[in-house]
């Protein structure tokens, strides 16, 4: 009798280390790339190398300004310049996020054929900015490790300096230099568009890589018959990387 009840007993366990089991299985949890993506903060560094040059808007100019021969806009070229900077990054919708960071950035100028007093010249300009832009990131999944981006932006630029040299073209020694940094408008807007890709490297970590152009809203200097009204504009490319917090 007492084998009977131990028979019975074990039978009537089976089914409930069967189910315990099986209730254990169910509770694993696998994280797959597109849940790691529901990070609602995280935080992006990026350096931003870019072509510049200047739009001008008025030609009018008087004694004391900015060096007269400049001013012909068809004359001016391109110059190398560059951003970088940090974004914080917060994820208002599973395709929508806001980008809000504090960068340092530069534009400027080049004239190759300045004329001043019947003589030709180089002169170049260089500005200097702490800015702060906005973007908002609309976002689609391609695949489960990479995402495109469209990603219009608005930036307030604030001004630290504007500066610049005149110098021979032969021989590349400065002939004169210029400060104009207290004439200029100190706050500037500018806006932008960017299409980025996004690639996931890892669980918390991806690396985004964004051609992009910018152009700003304001002339620099405004109302003054000494300079004219010009406006910059840049287009370039966007390197980051990206940390996701969990």
Known sequence: MRYFF????????????????KDGKEKIVYFTDSQTKKSNISLALNVNPYLTNRRIM?????????????????RTSPVFAYSFGGDLIF??????????????????FR?????????????????????????FSFRGSITEVFDLEFIPLIQINFLRSYTGRI??????????????????????????????????????YSIFVRPFFHYML?????????????????????????YYFN
Not at 91 to 108: D, I, M, N
Not at 111 to 135: A, C, G, H
Not at 184 to 202: D, E, P, Q, W
């Open 6 to 21: 131990s028979f019975t007993s074990i039978l009537i366990l089976i089914p409930v280390i069967g189910i315990a089991q």
């Open 58 to 74: 008025s030609d009018s100019v008087g004694l004391g300004g900015l060096p007269i021969g400049s001013s012909n806009e068809s």
């Open 91 to 108: 994820r208002l919708a599973s395709s929508l996020e806001l980008w809000a960071g504090v960068q340092y950035g530069t534009l400027g």
């Open 111 to 135: 004239d190759r054929n300045y004329e001043f007093n019947q003589q030709t010249y180089d002169l170049t300009s260089k500005l200097s900015f702490i800015n702060v832009p906005i973007q």
């Open 167 to 204: 110098s021979d073209k032969q021989s590349g020694s400065q002939i004169d230099q210029f400060d104009m940094t207290n004439e200029a408008r100190k706050i500037n807007y500018t806006v932008g568009i960017s299409l980025s890709g996004n690639f996931r490297l890892a669980e918390e």
């Open 218 to 242: 304001n002339p620099m200097f405004e109302n003054n018959a000494n300079f004219p009204r010009e406006r910059y504009f840049s287009t370039g490319l966007t390197i980051g990387l990206r």
